[in-house]
């Protein structure tokens, strides 16, 4: 606290507005002197963190001219062990004071956000407190949120820290205190620490939302294409094709015209570039699609724009009471957009639950499932347009949070639900030009509000049955509380013969067998002074200019550098890590084959044991080396826990021959990895190790590379492959696996050939 006044234009300029002061015994004489010297430029409130108070103390805090307040009143926060003394309360007098606390009682305003301390059973998760903050929604008191950004000290207790992270975490929750109290100026954020704070956020992060300004630009719609009589008792299917083969197959899934195959009578509203219009409808045409109308519209304002401009004005006009929205989703920025897109359309594309949708009054719209999300999820990157359209139609920002909305922005509506969408009297103009968002936009914002609307109306929504597991993990929704602590360093001990017998690496044995996985960890020092050498080695032979300048397409990696880089061969020999496969695996490893990677390889899901197989099978397993600090946003490592147990696959098994000197890739097999996914249950995770971590994985696990969402990050790392002695060892890929006593392919060693020389492996 000697410190705090010198402290003070520091924080003014990370935007910090007030301390937080906490009250014990030891710190009272310090609060009093510093009451009579206070900074005006920063506000003051006291955290009672102990039962016993001073009266004088509160006194000269709640009255100083600097105190903070809410509502026009002076704040207090109380975290006492037991109940809160009532000759605290007495002396306040509950009218004159905003007391927030850690649980809610009616001498209290509100709810103070709490972090949760250290567990000594794992570590705490970083993500989780995120995924806490999306998915939060509204809250049933007034609660002030609370974010913590770590010290140095605290880092040992947590994974996936980061200032990337924290500044997240903090740009939501101020985000959603905004809309809590409407825009207001006490909008509210406690920040745990200032140390961690200065640490993790700087001057040119103070500005923590998006800023909605309508656009000059003049586009207009081209014109118009139209043939057959709508009628008002058809259901409205509108789509907005900017994708005209993904329209295609859209349509090629619903009988033309419908009043067949369960289906009503259908009239089609399509939406597509002006460009390829002529095309449209031409396609359209060819699809024997009776009753249609198709605008040319600017490419602007995504699938929204030309909904709430175009299809949704011209559907009303005819007086359908149902409409069905479609559009040709991509979601080209993230892995398996096109499985959710796929998700999304088949959910919908029922006749029965149409007919159940009609059949009830109360429903004013039905998304597919899992994609009806609160309005506390991504909130940070939307807020500024949810506060507009909230001041256009008067709405109090505060009921936003309750809602939800159709994440994706497809699903079936009683046309009348949507009404409040042309409320706002919106042009093209208002809407931002393309420049491949992803999020922030109106047309985002929009599809937010279709939730506030169909609510305002009086109407519930609901889910489709479906996989919810197909939606995007948005908001860290999978991010478990505590983690498993690392275990200590493999260490190089003598082989244990006896079967069963796995010390030292008894644990290790058990998760290999178990999940298909260990993770153990190097050394800090030793893996970096390692990782140096490696970049050093290998840097020239990566072009990341060209790589992010093609938006971190393509897969960049170096194959068996081992053979020009002795860092890269010292770190696939490690003795304890061949000591550990030793004692787990019981036979003789070696190293045949080294990848390196600087970056995310967005690598289906897949099992290596397409490419290396062996008789006895399981007799290979890689391990992944983090050569830096892995971020999420860096594309990962995934894996899917337990599918080692899975059967193996040779190419038989997918109905593909063989042909002499073809070899396929494993392309063949990824929607049958896609489908033991979803039908086993089994859930992705993601590997964000600190420098020095390693995941050993068995043959037959199913990993990939995630999506790499910066493209700007790094993602050092090497994978060394490893075969096991007295085994036969096979590449699937190239043939089926053979009848019979045959000699096969004997690999490279990587400790044994250091030549160059041509090997047949």
């Not at 006009?317 to 398996?336: D, I, R, W, Y």
């Not at 939307?382 to 809602?403: D, E, F, I, R």
């Not at 609901?462 to 602590?485: E, N, W, Y």
């Not at 699937?732 to 160059?756: C, E, F, H, K, T």
């Amino acid at each position: 606290m000697a410190a705090l006044p010198e402290q003070t234009e520091d924080a003014l300029t990370l935007g910090i507005q007030g301390w937080l002061l906490p009250v014990q015994q030891n710190t009272v004489s310090d609060l009093l002197r510093l009451l009579s010297d206070w900074p005006a430029s920063m506000q003051l409130c006291l955290e009672l963190l102990e039962l016993e108070c001073p009266l004088d103390l509160l006194d000269q805090a709640l009255f100083h001219p600097s105190r903070a307040t809410f509502q026009g009143r002076p704040m207090l926060l109380v975290r006492p062990d037991g109940e809160f003394p009532v000759a605290v309360l007495d002396h306040l007098g509950l009218h004159q004071v905003a007391v927030f606390g850690p649980c809610a009682k009616k001498e209290f305003c509100g709810l103070a956000g709490w972090i949760p301390p250290a567990d000594s059973n794992g570590l705490l998760n970083y993500a989780w407190f995120l995924k806490r903050a999306h998915f939060r929604g509204a809250h049933p008191d007034l609660l002030l949120p609370a974010v913590r950004a770590l010290d140095l000290d605290q880092m040992d207790a947590f994974v996936a820290a980061d200032a990337e992270m924290y500044q997240a975490w903090l740009q939501l929750e101020s985000a959603w205190s905004a809309l809590q109290v409407n825009g207001e100026e006490d909008a509210t954020v406690l920040i745990d620490s200032w140390v961690g704070h200065q640490r993790w956020w700087g001057p040119e992060q103070t500005s923590s939302t998006t800023t909605c300004q309508p656009q000059n630009l003049r586009e207009r719609s081209d014109s118009e294409r139209q043939w057959g009589v709508m009628h008002p008792s058809h259901l409205a299917i509108a789509i907005h094709g900017f994708y005209l083969d993904r329209m295609a197959s859209i349509l090629q899934q619903l009988p033309p015209g419908g009043d067949q195959e369960g289906w009503p009578p259908l009239d089609l509203y399509v939406s597509t570039p002006s460009h390829q219009l002529a095309t449209a409808a031409e396609c359209i045409r060819r699809l024997n699609w009776p009753r249609v109308r198709v605008f040319g519209v600017p490419n602007r304002g995504r699938d929204f724009a030309p909904f709430v401009l175009h299809l949704l004005p011209a559907i009303l006009e005819v007086g359908h009471g149902c409409v069905l929205k479609l559009h040709t989703k991509a979601s080209t920025h993230m892995n398996f957009g096109g499985a959710w897109a796929y998700h999304m359309e088949s959910s919908l594309l029922s006749p029965a639950l149409f007919e159940h949708f009609q059949e009830s009054d109360e429903l004013g719209v039905v998304t597919p499932q899992g994609t009806l999300l609160p309005m506390s999820l991504n909130l940070a990157d939307n807020v500024a347009w949810m506060q507009h359209l909230a001041a256009l139609n008067s709405v109090p920002t505060s009921s936003l949070l309750g809602c939800h909305f159709p994440a994706g922005s497809m699903f079936f509506a009683k046309t009348d639900a949507l009404l409040p969408l042309l409320n706002f009297d919106l042009s093209l103009d208002d809407f931002e030009p393309e420049a491949g968002q992803v999020d922030g936009t109106l047309a985002h914002a929009l599809e937010r509000w279709t939730g506030v609307a169909v609510e305002s109306r009086g109407y519930r929504q609901a889910h489709a049955p479906g996989d919810a597991s197909l939606v995007p993990d948005f908001g860290f929704r999978h991010a478990l509380r505590t983690v498993p602590k690392i275990q200590a360093p493999a260490k190089a001990l003598p082989l244990y013969q006896e079967p069963g017998d796995f010390e030292p690496f008894q644990i290790q044995a058990q998760e290999l067998c178990d999940q298909g996985f260990t993770v153990v960890d190097l050394g800090h020092d030793r893996i970096a002074a390692l990782a140096e050498r490696i970049k050093t080695d290998l840097g020239e032979n990566f072009d990341l200019v060209a790589w992010r300048a093609q938006g971190g397409e393509g897969d960049l990696r170096l194959q068996d550098a081992w053979r020009n880089s002795s860092a890269v061969r010292e770190l696939a020999l490690l003795p304890e890590l061949q000591q550990l496969l030793r004692c787990c695996w019981g036979r003789e490893p070696f190293a045949f084959q080294t990848l390196n990677f600087p970056v995310g390889t967005q690598q289906h899901i897949h099992s290596d044991a397409v490419h290396f197989h062996t008789e006895p099978p399981g007799f290979m397993c890689g391990i992944w080396v983090a050569l830096e600090p892995i971020h999420p946003h860096a594309g990962p490592l995934e894996y899917l826990p337990g599918s080692h147990r899975l059967p193996y696959l040779q190419c038989r098994d997918v109905g593909v021959l063989q042909q002499p000197g073809v070899t396929p890739d494993q392309r063949i097999f990824h929607n049958r990895w896609t489908e033991a996914e979803h039908r086993y249950g089994l859930e992705r995770q993601q590997f964000t190790p600190q420098l020095g971590q390693a995941l050993i994985w068995s043959a037959n696990l199913i990993h990939g590379g995630s999506a790499v969402i910066d493209p700007a990050r790094t993602r050092w790392s090497q994978v060394t492959h490893y075969f096991f002695e007295g085994c036969s060892y096979y590449t699937p890929l190239l043939s089926d696996w053979p009848d019979g006593d045959v000699a096969w392919r004997q690999p490279l060693n990587i400790a044994r050939d250091n030549s160059p020389a041509e090997v047949d492996r």
